[in-house]
């Protein structure tokens, strides 16, 4: 049986790794010829748009999924047209919502999911009407094609506005206040083939630069993981949806607001890997292909540590006893995520004590939530 992956990032490489035990084959599509899914699957190079390929992944593959939330939501309906029509999961239409950052607020308002306060902006004058209904601080955002703090702008003065809309103009656009959070908290849960859910424990997640740096699991209070399972389980449910899905969430005086959702495996849920019962991987394949979940259980308490621009020292990384490394074979680049590395201990305070180490070690400037 064969998955075919559009994008072979270093998610869909993951996802092929934990696919192999289960006797899948895997096809990806990217237009980088050294893409990371691309070492350990057949390849085809091409872009997203390619017809020829996508009819080729079509044929192929039992069903198609994707690793990028930016890959063009027309091509995975095109997937579906042809003479051999392609089951596409997750739903098309969730990937085309959380491409658009005014599209998934409108979504999240209509399920009852609490949001940052928004304006859509699309001309200067708009941007001033935004930041007197709003207020500053604020966040200037590209609808599109953001993500890792890509195409975003802080406002905190009249002049930072116009600095702003200068930097981000020519694209529509959304104001947000800027949440002076608590914390940072994802959910992340898998919906399988006849409407049954698990949702694993929730993460608590620090971000550097707009980049995610640290996970630890479980994390926060029972009534934010029933909170965010909830609101989970509410898009969930919109979509009739199959497969893995992210939601992330400002915490402020214990409200979650929600900032965006992934149609994907996530990497705020790298850590099931080795620190749940089933990975997020696993139960998305399971999801997908509409075999029983697998249970969603934390093994013990986890941190996830991002390696961003160029890997470490394999060797030293695994003298530190109980790391995890995962190399996703990228060439380094400032800001490029390149691996990971997790560890799970029996308890909280162990793990917070073997993951400062661990970050120390890495120079990783940020403060366990
Ligand atoms: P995003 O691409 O929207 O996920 O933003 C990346 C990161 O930037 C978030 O995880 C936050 O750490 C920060 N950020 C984005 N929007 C806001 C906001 N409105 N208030 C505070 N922090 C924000």
Same mark, same amino acid.
């Given at each position: 049986?064969?998955?075919?992956?559009? %994008? $072979?990032?270093?998610?869909?490489?993951?996802?092929?790794l934990a696919g192999y035990p289960l006797g899948l084959?895997?096809?990806?599509?990217?237009?980088?010829?050294?893409a990371p899914a691309g070492r350990v699957a057949p390849l085809l190079t091409g872009e997203f748009t390619d017809r020829r390929l996508l009819a080729r992944l079509a044929r192929e593959c039992e069903v198609v999924t994707f690793d990028w939330e930016n890959v063009p939501a027309a091509s995975l309906?095109? @997937?579906r047209r042809g003479a051999r029509r392609a089951r596409i999961c997750p739903p098309p239409a969730a990937l085309a919502c959380g491409q658009d950052r005014v599209n998934e607020k409108r979504l999240f308002a209509r399920l009852g999911i609490p949001t940052t306060r928004w304006r859509a902006v699309d #001309?200067?004058?708009a941007l001033l009407r935004a930041i007197e209904g709003v207020g500053m601080p604020g966040v200037l955002k590209t609808r599109r094609l953001g993500y890792d703090?890509?195409?975003? $702008?802080?406002?905190? +003065? /009249?002049?930072e506005a116009t600095r702003a809309w200068e930097l981000l103009g020519s694209a529509p656009l959304l104001y947000e206040e800027w949440v002076p959070f608590?914390?940072?908290? !994802?959910?992340?849960?898998?919906?399988?083939a006849h409407g049954e859910t698990v949702v694993y424990p929730l993460c608590g997640n620090v971000h550097g630069d707009g980049i995610l740096r640290l996970t630890v699991a479980p994390f926060g209070t029972p009534r934010w993981q029933r909170l965010a399972a909830?609101?989970?389980?509410r898009v969930l449910a919109h979509f009739h949806y199959r497969g893995i899905l992210t939601l992330e969430f400002f915490v402020r005086g214990g409200r979650l607001l929600a900032n965006e959702m992934a149609p994907r495996v996530h990497n705020s849920g790298?850590? +099931?890997?080795? %620190?749940?019962?089933? #990975?997020?991987?696993?139960? /998305?394949?399971?999801?997908? @292909?509409? @075999?029983?979940?697998?249970? !969603? $259980?934390?093994?013990?308490? #986890?941190?996830?540590?991002?390696?961003? %621009?160029?890997?470490?020292?394999? $060797?030293? @990384?695994l003298a530190q006893p109980g790391v995890h490394v995962h190399d996703y074979g990228k060439r380094p680049r400032p800001g490029r995520k390149v691996g990971h590395c997790t560890l799970v201990a029996p308890t909280a305070a162990g793990r917070d004590a073997r993951a400062r180490r661990l970050l120390a070690r890495l120079a990783v400037g940020v403060r366990i939530p």
């Amino acid at each position: 049986m064969t998955v075919g992956i559009v %994008g $072979a990032g270093q998610l869909g490489r993951m996802l092929a790794l934990a696919g192999y035990p289960l006797g899948l084959d895997f096809l990806c599509l990217d237009p980088a010829a050294d893409a990371p899914a691309g070492r350990v699957a057949p390849l085809l190079t091409g872009e997203f748009t390619d017809r020829r390929l996508l009819a080729r992944l079509a044929r192929e593959c039992e069903v198609v999924t994707f690793d990028w939330e930016n890959v063009p939501a027309a091509s995975l309906r095109a @997937l579906r047209r042809g003479a051999r029509r392609a089951r596409i999961c997750p739903p098309p239409a969730a990937l085309a919502c959380g491409q658009d950052r005014v599209n998934e607020k409108r979504l999240f308002a209509r399920l009852g999911i609490p949001t940052t306060r928004w304006r859509a902006v699309d #001309s200067h004058a708009a941007l001033l009407r935004a930041i007197e209904g709003v207020g500053m601080p604020g966040v200037l955002k590209t609808r599109r094609l953001g993500y890792d703090g890509k195409g975003q $702008a802080v406002v905190r +003065t /009249h002049a930072e506005a116009t600095r702003a809309w200068e930097l981000l103009g020519s694209a529509p656009l959304l104001y947000e206040e800027w949440v002076p959070f608590d914390c940072e908290v !994802s959910i992340i849960g898998a919906r399988g083939a006849h409407g049954e859910t698990v949702v694993y424990p929730l993460c608590g997640n620090v971000h550097g630069d707009g980049i995610l740096r640290l996970t630890v699991a479980p994390f926060g209070t029972p009534r934010w993981q029933r909170l965010a399972a909830a609101y989970l389980e509410r898009v969930l449910a919109h979509f009739h949806y199959r497969g893995i899905l992210t939601l992330e969430f400002f915490v402020r005086g214990g409200r979650l607001l929600a900032n965006e959702m992934a149609p994907r495996v996530h990497n705020s849920g790298h850590w +099931t890997i080795e %620190g749940a019962q089933t #990975s997020q991987f696993e139960n /998305h394949l399971r999801a997908i @292909l509409g @075999l029983p979940l697998g249970a !969603s $259980a934390a093994r013990g308490h #986890s941190a996830m540590v991002n390696l961003i %621009g160029h890997m470490p020292p394999r $060797a030293e @990384l695994l003298a530190q006893p109980g790391v995890h490394v995962h190399d996703y074979g990228k060439r380094p680049r400032p800001g490029r995520k390149v691996g990971h590395c997790t560890l799970v201990a029996p308890t909280a305070a162990g793990r917070d004590a073997r993951a400062r180490r661990l970050l120390a070690r890495l120079a990783v400037g940020v403060r366990i939530p």
